[in-house]
């Protein structure tokens, strides 16, 4: 999954705090993962979901609860393609954000492809965003099923 300001965000040119000389943010196997609390924050932003749950009366508190509420909207992005796609990056992003604030050693890591995935404690490794985007093309899985999954639930 390309996610253009992650890149950017990954190839970033500023030195790491304790890195070597010379090495960069973007080198090495951490690079700019090194930072979960960063990661966290900057993943957790999905203001398009965030916009478009609130015009619906959902407030997003980062809860499972509100995952169960998310899938009970009516799905009126499935007709602007374009808006589609973005609110499943976003569904994603924001379904990883309720795992890793809510499930005790859950955290981001990037994936195969270097985009965000959710590590459980158990060694699984969730790919959200492929969820959010089926849950916004679709509407299955639903976000709260994922979430339960997961989780372990």
């Known amino acids: 999954m390309n996610i253009p300001f992650l890149d950017n965000w990954r190839k970033r040119a500023e030195p790491r705090l304790g890195a070597p000389p010379g090495q960069r943010a973007g ?38 609860e509100s995952l169960e509420a998310l899938d009970q909207l009516l799905p009126r ?17 924001y379904l990883g954000t309720v795992l890793v604030r809510t499930v005790l050693g859950a955290r981001w890591v990037p994936g195969a492809h270097g985009g965000p995935v959710v590590a459980m404690v158990s060694g699984r490794r969730v790919d959200v965003l492929t969820a959010g985007h089926d849950w916004a093309d679709t509407g299955v899985p639903e976000l709260s099923q994922v979430y339960a999954e997961s989780a372990g639930f």
């Open 27 to 64: 080198d090495g196997a951490q690079g700019a993962w090194a930072d979960p609390e960063g990661v966290a924050q900057l993943l957790s932003e999905c203001e398009l979901l965030r916009a478009r749950a609130l015009a619906a009366g959902v407030a997003l508190g980062d809860t499972p």
């Open 77 to 93: 992005w499935r007709d602007d393609p374009e808006e589609m796609a973005g609110l499943g990056t976003d569904a994603g992003l």
